[in-house]
């Protein structure tokens, strides 16, 4: 009995890690673009690629731009949301690009950026420890939250 019992939770944990990863796999929608952002690729993912450190990220339109380092400046324009789809920043909003080094932000930007050339679209989805962890941002950011980002790299400097 006892090893029939091992076998059946054995079952059931194999079952239970087969339907985690099909979550991963799984169609996640497109983002509502922004008013004034710029067009996405007919055939962008319609999945999420995670990342060693736990980044989400996927491209939104391709570009054959070259691709920042940590160290250099970019101009980009961005829409950042919470879970809950609150917008908590956007620089399509205020109606300007924005320019910082990367290695001046937090550390989802600075990986996830490296990812996308100039010219193209990257979302971002970021974990907390990538994010603002504990600390929160501000009244807009929670603590510990999950952050989500359209980001358009305009220019590398």
Do not use: C
């Not at 194999?14 to 990863?21: E, Y």
């Not at 879970?83 to 937090?106: A, C, M, P, T």
């Not at 989802?108 to 420890?129: A, D, K, R, S, Y």
């Amino acid at each position: 009995m006892r090893q029939r019992m091992i076998g059946v939770v054995a079952a059931l944990s194999l079952f239970l890690a087969g339907v985690n990863s099909m979550a991963d796999e799984t169609n996640v929608p497109l983002p509502q673009l922004p008013p004034g952002a710029g067009k996405v690729d007919a055939d962008a993912p319609k999945s999420m690629t995670k990342t060693s450190s736990g980044l989400q990220y996927r491209i939104l339109r391709k570009s054959t731009g070259v691709k920042p380092k940590a160290t250099n400046k970019v101009e980009v324009n961005y829409h950042g949301w919470l879970d809950d789809g609150k917008v908590f920043d956007s620089s399509y909003k205020r109606g300007e690009s924005i320019s910082f080094g990367l290695n001046q932000v937090i550390p989802g930007w600075t990986e996830g950026m490296q990812l996308v050339g100039e010219g193209g679209m990257i979302e971002l989805t970021i974990p907390p420890n990538l994010g603002y962890g504990s600390r929160g941002a501000g009244r807009d950011v929670p603590p510990n939250a999950t952050l989500h980002f359209l980001v358009e790299l305009i220019k590398v400097q």
